[in-house]
């Protein structure tokens, strides 16, 4: 009961989630206790441990298959495999589940914003307890990048799975046509790429063919794939929080807001909402996205269309290395297991090699893993897909989001500052990012009282 009253306290519409929170408590309760009965044992004799995976169509396959393969082997626990019931986020029926005690044994969708508050609620085992945690991850993930998924007491809690590094689609033919010979790699080339690419094709006056666009709406999670994304690399991978302090009103940021500033003003992406995928139908140059968008593509574009990838542009002065926005995704093991060390044992074996290729194969997303695209073991398939080797080799240079219980409020606090100062001009960017920032530790300093 304390952890729904902090719940129903730390919210702005807190009412209506506690209410819809309980009612998915209540949902649980019923339809997992069966399961908690059964993972004491099976027809086989061997314990049985519950495994939920995303609700998406090619995960589901993938974990569908990855377990079928673990259970005919020789281990001690067999697994049975749920995609996560279904809600508003996924993050939602994980707190709502670790609030009633009826948390799987491990989840593979674990999204490392909200890392914290399951963390605080005492939900996940923490994971460096295990003897063989530090090597099994530093052989597979680069230790900087590692780092990034520490807990903010310094343990780990989540096992590095996936990312779906953010890259700038772009079609060919259009650029062709613009007389555009070198991909835009800082903030003036890509202005400069933006002046030549939209146009009034057919001459009646209005705008039919853009630069690009972006959802203009309000909504926190939108910022990730243009503020957020522009400002990672644009920092040299910094994210939003360093430790407890908040570190983004910065040069980065006053960057990016002005280089979005300029794009709508210059109409180089329109403030409209469109239906439909208007790059496919060729009136967008570019699309910020991620690899998950070649099998999309493939699937629905016309005869002859051209399309390939470059990283995000960053500011003239920028120097090093190009890092982007990462959208990871990760594994957990649930405070609830009675069988920590065989749910663990299973946990390795979904960032196996194997699992690994079948993750690329199957759902068109990269593992995180060293020298993905030099390795032998998967080099079959990256020299049938030359797209994904450029995301495999991004994937290094990728940045999550800081796992803070206020995270989704920050963001909403900048995604109103964007809208006020890249869409509508009505501040500067340092005004804008700086408004930001302080609404943003009120929020802050309003969650941690209670």
Known sequence: ????????????????????????????????????EASTGSKTGKTIITYWCSSNAHEIALARELVEAWNKGDHPVQVKMQPIPASQSSEEVL???IAGGTTPDICS????????????????????????????????????????????DGHYYQLPWKT??????????????AGIEELPRTYSEFLEAGAKLTQDRDGDGHIDQWLGYRNIKPIWWQRFFDYYTFYVAASGGLTLFDGDELVFENEASIAVFELFRQIYKNGYFPITEFT??????????????????IS????????????????????????????????????????????????????????SKQADLRLLELCSQIPIRKDLSIDPY????????????????????????????????????????FEACAIF?????????????????VIIEWNRAK
């Open 296 to 351: 999309h593509v493939e699937k629905f574009k016309p005869e002859g269309f051209e399309y390939d990838f470059f990283p995000v542009p960053v500011p003239d002065d920028h120097e090093g290395l190009l890092y982007t926005y990462g959208d990871h995704k990760n594994i957990a093991i649930f405070s609830t297991t009675e069988h920590p060390e065989e749910t663990w044992e299973f946990a390795k074996y979904l960032i």
């Open 164 to 177: 779906n590094p953010t890259m700038i689609m772009y079609n060919k033919r259009m650029f062709r046509d």
């Open 425 to 441: 001009d009505a501040r500067t960017p340092t005004e804008s990012i700086h408004r930001a920032v302080e609404r943003s530790k």
């Open 109 to 152: 969708n674990m999204w490392p914003g909200a890392m914290d508050e399951f963390v605080n609620a005492g939900g996940l085992v923490r994971l460096d307890q295990f003897p063989d945690f530090y090597d099994y991850n530093i052989e597979r993930v680069p230790e900087v990048l590692m780092e990034t998924f520490a807990a903010s």
């Open 95 to 97: 707190l709502a589940a």
């Open 276 to 293: 439909g995928d208007q790059f496919i139908q060729g009136n967008l140059a570019i699309s910020i996205t991620g690899p998950y968008a």
């Open 378 to 417: 998967f080099s079959e398939y990256f020299n049938q897909r030359t797209m994904m080797t450029k995301f495999a080799e991004q994937a290094i240079l990728t940045r999550g989001v800081d796992g803070a219980a206020e995270l989704k409020e920050i963001f909403d606090a900048i995604s109103q500052e």
């Open 1 to 36: 009961m304390l952890f729904l009253n902090q719940l129903f306290r730390s919210r702005g519409n807190g009412y209506i989630r506690h209410f819809i929170l309980v009612m998915i408590i209540a949902g649980f309760t019923s339809s997992c206790s069966n399961d908690k």
